[in-house]
């Protein structure tokens, strides 16, 4: 059974703090990796996609991946009250359809 | 990034109708669509697969002959909810495989809130 795993939250930061929010994934063969934010009630938009080990960053957000160890991050920098919402990590497996995390609720306080 | 459209945002059905929800790829091909159901303060659940062309692969516990899912075009999915329950009031969401440049990538719709009464 292809997983991905998150930790549900919620992850509380003080405002301008970095979020750190993770996830792990099963299938050692998976190709492609997608963060998600979802805000409570409206249908989740892709933040960033990462295919290869390192960072990538994308002005607020970096994500991270290694593949070794089968993990995959998304930091959040100067973290707004805006940012409060769920964050999903999809994972494009060797074969199959993308498979998606529950999430995690990321609340920062002003 | 690529655009998906979902129509409608909102309905409200009365018990025992059918309902049809439309989800369209507006700026790209998309040969697969995929239809999402999500409760309040719940994970996004799988209902089912729909590739252009060919029947809707469901996935395990989704009725078939409840979710009608029809998969005319690259650019037009639509999922029919028939003789809706209260109990299939719910957040539809539609998503889209992007072909070409869009490559693996997922793009969701708005989604639908479904509300039977």
């Known amino acids: 059974q292809k997983e991905v795993e998150q930790n549900s939250g919620p992850l509380s930061v003080p405002e301008g703090a970095i979020a750190s929010l993770n996830c792990t994934y099963s299938?050692?063969?998976?190709?492609?990796f997608f963060w998600y934010r979802q805000y409570s009630g409206k249908s989740p938009e892709l933040i960033m996609f990462?295919?290869?080990?390192g960072d990538k960053e994308d002005g607020r957000f970096t994500a991270q991946l290694n593949k070794a160890s089968q993990y995959v991050s998304l930091l959040i920098r100067d973290s707004q009250p805006s940012d409060s919402a769920t964050y999903l990590c999809?994972?494009?497996?060797?074969?199959?359809?993308?498979?998606f995390g529950k999430g995690t609720k990321l609340s920062v306080k002003p | 990034g690529a655009v998906v459209s979902q129509h409608p945002s909102r309905v409200i059905c009365k018990s025992g109708t059918s309902v049809k929800i439309e989800c369209r790829s507006l700026?790209?091909?998309?040969?697969?669509m995929f239809w999402y159901r999500q409760f309040p303060k719940k994970s996004l659940m799988l209902m089912a697969t729909?590739?252009?062309?060919?029947?809707?692969?469901?996935e395990q516990g989704v009725e078939k002959d409840k979710f009608l899912i029809n998969h005319a075009s690259l650019t037009l999915s639509t999922l029919t909810v028939t003789s809706a329950h209260p109990e299939d009031s719910s957040f539809y969401i539609c998503?889209?495989?992007?072909?070409?440049?869009?490559?693996?990538?997922?793009?969701f719709g708005e989604g639908s809130w479904l509300t039977v009464v």
């Open positions: 999809a994972v494009n497996p060797q074969a199959g359809n993308l498979i």
């Open positions: 299938d050692r063969g998976s190709q492609s």
């Open positions: 700026d790209f091909q998309a040969t697969t």
């Open positions: 998503s889209a495989r992007g072909t070409g440049n869009s490559g693996n990538t997922i793009y």
């Open positions: 990462i295919y290869s080990n």
């Open positions: 729909s590739n252009e062309g060919s029947k809707a692969t469901y």
